[in-house]
């Protein structure tokens, strides 16, 4: 696949060329790997936010991959603050991708709390649920006093909800006293 070949050997603009030639969305939505990951996966890995934009305006669908990582997962995971921007920007049902859980109920705010990817904790804040637990029981803002995260902590606790607890009956306040980061 020519696209696949250029996204992988990072030829953005090619890519982009490939994808204006694209006489159907389906073409775009084919699985590439065995993970069944899409042109959309590989462009948020390898950080190309104008192929995103490209992608997303040609009908590219945001699938979900055999774990569940939609590419606003991967692009967090992998920190790309542009990636990240470009997907916020121009997906359709931002609110819905956002919210959407891995098979092991991490969202992409739960993704970039846990590897302190605090800008990009800032920039998912305002569309997203920051109150959603995942399998743990954990909230965004309890992965992020875990692992010491404090930019993410400070921006997370203006907007989460102290009343909500973890399996341990702990609120992200008892967290933040038992982490001895107050």
Request: aromatic share 4%; charged share 25%.
């Given at each position: 696949?020519?696209?696949?070949?250029?996204?992988?050997?990072?030829?953005?603009?090619?890519?982009?060329?490939?994808?204006?030639?694209?006489?159907?969305?389906?073409?775009?939505?084919?699985?590439?790997?065995?993970?069944?990951?899409?042109?959309?996966?590989?462009?948020?890995?390898?950080?190309?936010?104008?192929?995103?934009?490209?992608?997303?305006?040609?009908?590219?669908?945001?699938l979900g991959d055999r774990n569940g990582a939609?590419?606003?997962?991967?692009?967090?995971?992998?920190?790309?603050?542009?990636?990240?921007?470009?997907?916020?920007?121009?997906?359709?049902?931002?609110?819905?991708?956002?919210?959407?859980?891995?098979?092991?109920?991490?969202?992409?705010?739960?993704?970039?709390?846990?590897?302190?990817?605090?800008?990009?904790?800032?920039?998912?804040?305002?569309?997203?649920?920051?109150?959603?637990?995942?399998?743990?029981?954990?909230?965004?803002?309890?992965?992020?006093?875990?692992?010491?995260?404090?930019?993410?902590?400070?921006?997370?606790?203006?907007?989460?909800?102290?009343r909500i607890t973890n399996k341990d009956g702990?609120?992200?306040?008892?967290?933040?006293?038992?982490?001895?980061?107050?």
């Amino acid at each position: 696949n020519p696209l696949t070949i250029a996204i992988y050997n990072e030829f953005e603009a090619i890519a982009i060329q490939i994808v204006r030639h694209v006489d159907t969305p389906e073409k775009l939505n084919s699985k590439i790997n065995e993970d069944n990951w899409t042109a959309l996966h590989f462009a948020a890995e390898k950080n190309m936010h104008k192929l995103i934009k490209n992608l997303i305006e040609k009908e590219a669908l945001i699938l979900g991959d055999r774990n569940g990582a939609t590419p606003i997962h991967i692009a967090v995971k992998s920190g790309h603050i542009e990636s990240t921007q470009a997907l916020i920007h121009n997906m359709p049902n931002k609110k819905d991708e956002l919210n959407k859980r891995l098979n092991t109920g991490e969202t992409p705010l739960m993704i970039a709390a846990h590897n302190g990817h605090h800008e990009i904790v800032k920039q998912l804040c305002n569309d997203c649920d920051v109150n959603i637990k995942n399998k743990l029981g954990e909230t965004a803002i309890m992965i992020a006093i875990k692992y010491a995260h404090l930019e993410s902590i400070r921006a997370l606790i203006p907007i989460s909800d102290e009343r909500i607890t973890n399996k341990d009956g702990d609120s992200f306040i008892d967290l933040i006293f038992q982490m001895g980061l107050l």
